[in-house]
């Protein structure tokens, strides 16, 4: 078996895993050293992978079961699979705000999986954060109060419901438009690696539970700064080809919407998750 090359992209978060070819049988020996190396890294990237939607919904498969996005259709022949498109007289992008997938959920995903199918020209990139490091970077005094504390999700808050708009408009599902809600620790035990990391992000916590949106803004504003200090970020230049896996346990993110008047298309896949602790 070839041994797997791993070229950190940052110290914080963020590795390319070289050295395999996913057109060609991947072994369990393979997928579990995978997984090992995006437990350490949170997010890890794959190059020049032109897997056709069969063959990339297989992969995904390795790591966990694949659920439906609650909100868009996806593909007609792979419905497990969304599209995530931004066409070149859109304004906004999808999903384009720092956040954690689908935290309103009960039981929000373990994992995301993106592969790019047609890129713009230059732009496009996709910032990555880790949720521990910030953690890690607060003072113990303030961690202690976190732990202590529940954050409120909602699929609601305005930034992001707007990066929706435009695929609600050609592909919504029957819950297109509906709300959901959910109450998760502010401060999460990652169940694979013991690891704490924070558990909010500005794309869908609205407030601590018991507390109002009023008194919850200066903490959680204080929160969403310190997630995405530039030493805990790494940035993804995507190719035609390149997939991306992230950990929604411990990793938030941000699509940059800097390619006005191109069209954009990536394939995401998300896995089941459980409920955080």
């Not at 713009?120 to 910030?134: E, K, Q, R």
């Amino acid at each position: 078996m070839t041994q797997l090359e791993v070229r950190p992209l940052s110290r914080a978060v963020g590795a390319e895993i070289l050295g395999i070819n996913l057109l060609d049988p991947v072994s369990d020996a393979q997928i579990a050293e995978i997984r090992k190396i995006w437990l350490q890294h949170s997010v890890v990237f794959f190059r020049e992978q032109p897997l056709e939607p069969g063959a990339f919904q297989a992969f995904a498969q390795r790591f966990g079961e694949i659920i439906e996005y609650p909100f868009v259709k996806g593909l007609p022949d792979f419905p497990l699979i969304v599209p995530v498109l931004k066409l070149p007289h859109e304004k906004h992008n999808f999903g384009g705000v720092w956040h954690t997938d689908t935290t309103y959920l009960q039981e929000p995903p373990m994992a995301t999986m993106l592969i790019a199918r047609e890129l713009p020209p230059v732009g496009g990139d996709t910032l990555f954060a880790s949720n521990y490091a910030a953690f890690e970077g607060l003072s113990p005094a303030l961690q202690d109060t976190l732990r202590t504390l529940k954050g409120v999700n909602s699929s609601a808050k305005a930034a992001v419901t707007h990066s929706r708009e435009d695929r609600l408009a050609d592909s919504a599902t029957d819950k297109g438009r509906s709300e959901l809600n959910s109450e998760h620790p502010v401060v999460r035990t990652h169940p694979e690696t013991g690891r704490e990391a924070l558990y909010v992000n500005p794309g869908h916590t609205v407030r601590f539970a018991g507390w109002t949106e009023e008194e919850s803004a200066p903490l959680l504003n204080y929160l969403f700064e310190q997630q995405v200090k530039p030493e805990y970020t790494c940035r993804f230049v995507w190719r035609p080809g390149s997939i991306a896996f992230w950990d929604n346990r411990c990793a938030l993110h941000n699509p940059i919407n800097d390619y006005h008047g191109h069209k954009r298309l990536l394939h995401r896949i998300t896995l089941k998750g459980d409920k955080p602790a």
